[in-house]
């Protein structure tokens, strides 16, 4: 078992910057590949960046390209994922979650475990 526990949310202006992390415990995340998930209100959950268990892939929705950046530190079973240029529409609880398939996986149902979110709010 993995467990996950996200940080760093908070409100943010539009324009600003996160960086929210998610530590790992129970199992070394090195052979997961790791991603980070949005759910925005009355929304479904959407991909928002994954990183391969070496972290020599990522992957990014369209949305996020050239302003998020995800990472990991397997010494420290930590992932990242820096927010930059922040917008009012990346306003959602923000989810990690691992992977047993290594590589930079995007559908979410390829996941077997998940954090409890945390929120991102981003004002205008």
């Known amino acids: 078992q993995v467990q996950l526990v996200e940080s760093g949310g908070g409100l943010v202006q539009a324009g600003g910057s996160l960086r929210l992390s998610c530590a790992a415990s129970?199992?070394?995340?090195?052979?997961?590949?790791m991603g980070w998930f949005r759910q925005a209100p009355g929304k479904e959950r959407e991909f928002v960046a994954a990183?391969?268990?070496?972290?020599?892939?990522?992957d990014y929705a369209d949305s996020v390209k050239g302003r998020f950046t995800i990472s990991r530190d397997n010494a420290k079973n930590t992932v990242y994922l820096q927010m930059n240029s922040l917008k009012p529409e990346d306003t959602a609880v923000y989810y990690c979650?691992?992977?047993?398939?290594?590589?930079?996986?995007?559908?979410?149902?390829?996941?077997?475990?998940w954090g409890q979110g945390t929120q991102v709010t981003v004002s205008s």
């Open positions: 979650a691992a992977s047993g398939i290594r590589t930079a996986v995007t559908e979410r149902t390829l996941y077997d475990y």
């Open positions: 129970g199992r070394t995340i090195t052979s997961y590949a």
């Open positions: 990183i391969s268990w070496s972290a020599g892939n990522t």
